[in-house]
Structure formats: C-alpha cells, structure tokens
C-alpha cells in the first residue's frame, strides 16, 4: 500500500452527516463505487452504477480538509469490501481530520479498525442488511466482536423493515445484550428514498425506538436534500 497512490472514488463533495450519532456534522463525502450487497431501497444504488470514478491523490484531498475544517464521511458502496480495503484504510491514516466516520456492512469492518492507527478519531458505524435467518445470526455476531474488541468507537445502524421478521429478531437479540451492546449506541432508521416516504415510515421506526430503548436516526440528506 503506497501513501501516494492517488485514491479511486465517484464522488467527493462538501456536505453533512445525515444518519446516526454525528448527524448534522460538517463532512466531506468520500464515496466508493461498488458494494458486495444489492439492497433494493439504497438510496445511491444508481449513483454507484452510472458514476465513473476519478482519481484524487491524498494531497489534494488534504487540501479540500484543511480549507473547510470538515470531518471526512467514507462511504460507499462498500468501504471495506476487497476492491476498496486499501484505499480506505491509506483515508483513514493518512489524512489528518478533526473526525471520520465510516459506513459499513461489516464485510471486513474488524480488520479495518484493527489497523486503523489507534490516535485517529473514527466513529465507525456498523449498518448490516439483514434478509433472511442467517443474516441476523451473523450480525448478531459481528456486533457482539465490534463492540467487545473495540468499545466507544462502534455504532450500531439499522434500516427499520416493520415487516422483516428476521430483523426484528436481530433487534430483540441486541436489546437483550444491553449489557454488551449498549442502546445508546444502536440508531434506528426510516425505510425510503424519499422525503415523503421517510416521513411516512417514521412513525413505525420511532415506536419500535421507544420499545427497544433505541435512538432514532432520521436521514436529513434525503429530507433535506444536501446529498
């Protein structure tokens, strides 16, 4: 891995955190093109398809940090799958930011923080996509490594699916290891791709946010369209 290897991303723009615990914070959006999942309700499923992706060397995105004075969201896609692994992490410990947040499925997500250097502040924001019976069972699993291998840096995001069976047994189970996976840490999400059907699913996420002793997340990039 070469520190001056420019990195390979389809967007890089000014913005703000819209999900989770740094919502509303200045971020510099850091978008990775391809992702190891198909979910039919991602919100950048088109961008990631039809955006070709550039090469930005970590000067200039250096520049683009200190000029603003913004933390850095890496996202995607999926940040820590193969094809992206390297480059994240070279974001991750090269840059100097005030604070980064990584969005993840969890495909390599415990490697990249074990060799994310232990001085960078990262908030790092475990969001699986849960399907069928063994989804759950690995989530459940993960969550339980992040969050002992690496407590105070993990949060836990979860797209809420009133009818996912599946999912709302993973949120049981969290709920049940409050001692392990601490609720303040898990946010609960709208379903949607728009402001209206995010709105319209709300109501949903914030009772089963009051029943588990979740957070709620709204997701203020689709409401208020800054992304």
């Known amino acids: 891995m070469c520190e001056k290897d420019p990195i390979k991303l389809i967007e890089v723009f000014n913005s703000w955190q819209g999900e989770g615990p740094d919502s509303g ?3 510099i959006i850091l978008r990775f093109k391809t ?3 198909n979910c039919s309700w991602c919100d950048t499923r088109v961008k990631m398809r039809i955006t070709p992706e550039a090469e930005y060397p970590l000067a200039q995105l250096q520049e683009i940090i200190n000029e603003t004075g ?3 969201l890496v996202t995607g896609g999926e940040p820590t799958m193969a094809k992206h692994y390297n480059d994240c992490l070279k974001l991750l ?3 100097e930011y005030p604070i980064a947040n990584v969005e993840s499925n969890g495909c390599q997500l415990v490697e990249l923080v074990e060799n994310v250097k232990k001085n960078k502040k990262v908030n790092y924001i475990f969001s699986p996509k849960i399907f069928h019976l063994s989804d759950a ?3 459940e699993e993960k969550a339980l490594e992040l969050f002992n291998r690496f407590p105070g840096k993990i949060y836990l995001k979860i797209v ?5 069976m599946h999912l709302k047994m993973f949120m049981e189970r969290i709920c049940n290891l ?3 996976i601490p609720g303040q840490f898990v946010y ?3 379903e949607g791709t728009t402001r209206a059907t995010l709105i319209q699913n709300s109501e949903k996420v914030f009772d089963a946010a009051e029943k588990y002793r979740f957070n709620f997340s709204s997701r203020d990039h689709i409401i208020y369209g800054f992304v």
């Open 70 to 72: 913004s933390g850095i």
């Open 35 to 37: 992702c190891n999942l």
């Open 137 to 139: 069972e690995i989530a």
């Open 93 to 95: 410990n090269y840059l």
């Open 188 to 190: 609960l999400m709208p």
């Open 178 to 180: 409050k001692n392990k």
């Open 160 to 164: 809420y699916e009133n009818n996912n």
């Open 25 to 27: 914070k200045a971020m």
